[in-house]
């Protein structure tokens, strides 16, 4: 158990529709960050939040949104969803601002999207 | 433009012998790397890193070897074991926040 959870675990929902995804990060983490992983692909960055402010993007398209709250959950608002968009969202947090070597970034267990 | 590449979606060793996977990257900047291990069903876990300034780092069964000039690093697990059967996920780091993962290698351990 890294200590990072993110809710739900799986998601059924249609085109079009709009969805939330949850994470908490371990207790004393300020930095989260969300990831997708496609079939048989890596792990791809979206974006990054650190204490409550955007730190970094990645390839994350107009239609996904993220925000960090005071208490350092963040969510993750996927809108317009088509088909290609189901995946696995990977939340993870790290104490610092850097999630390199020396801030080693602890995933939580995913949330599957499936868009039907 | 994949910067992280694992070429081997696949990996079958037996029990107690060395495994080796393998990772090639092509952005000059990246400076840190770490592997990754996921299970299914369970997100990926933190396994172990090397800084560029270093060539090898040890923990456990469990070395990564990097070589600058070729733009290559690898894990070595030995002795192998069935637990550690699951799909290893190298990533790099350019002094900023993000991790660029490769595709990953499953790696299975045969008893």
């Known amino acids: 158990d890294s200590g990072v959870t993110q809710t739900p675990k799986h998601l059924i929902t249609a085109t079009g529709q709009r969805v939330t995804l949850r994470c908490s990060p371990r207790?004393?983490?300020?930095?989260v960050y969300w990831y997708q992983q496609s079939l048989d692909q890596g792990l791809q960055f979206l974006i990054q939040y650190y204490n409550g402010e955007e730190r970094a993007k990645g390839n994350i398209l107009e239609r996904f949104s993220a925000q960090q709250f005071p208490d350092l959950h963040s969510e993750l608002n996927l809108s317009s969803l088509e088909l290609g968009d189901s995946a696995l969202y990977f939340c993870?947090?790290?104490?610092?601002?850097?999630?390199?070597?020396?801030?080693?970034?602890?995933f939580g267990p995913g949330t599957r999207l499936t868009v039907l | 433009d994949q910067q992280v590449k694992q070429n081997s979606p696949s990996l079958s060793v037996q029990e107690g012998r060395i495994s080796i996977l393998n990772c090639d990257y092509t952005n000059s900047m990246f400076d840190y790397f770490l592997w990754y291990k996921k299970y299914p069903a369970e997100g990926p876990t933190f396994l172990i890193s090397i800084s560029s300034i270093k060539d090898k780092n040890e923990d456990g069964r469990f070395t990564v070897f990097l070589n600058k000039s070729a733009k290559h690093l690898s894990l070595h697990i030995v002795p192998s074991q069935p637990g550690d059967s699951a799909v290893y996920f190298c990533?790099?780091?350019?002094?900023?926040?993000?991790?660029?993962f490769g595709e990953g290698t499953q790696l299975t351990v045969n008893p």
């Open positions: 207790s004393g983490d300020l930095s």
């Open positions: 993870a947090s790290s104490v610092g601002l850097r999630g390199g070597v020396t801030d080693t970034q602890y």
């Open positions: 990533a790099a780091s350019d002094r900023g926040s993000r991790l660029t």
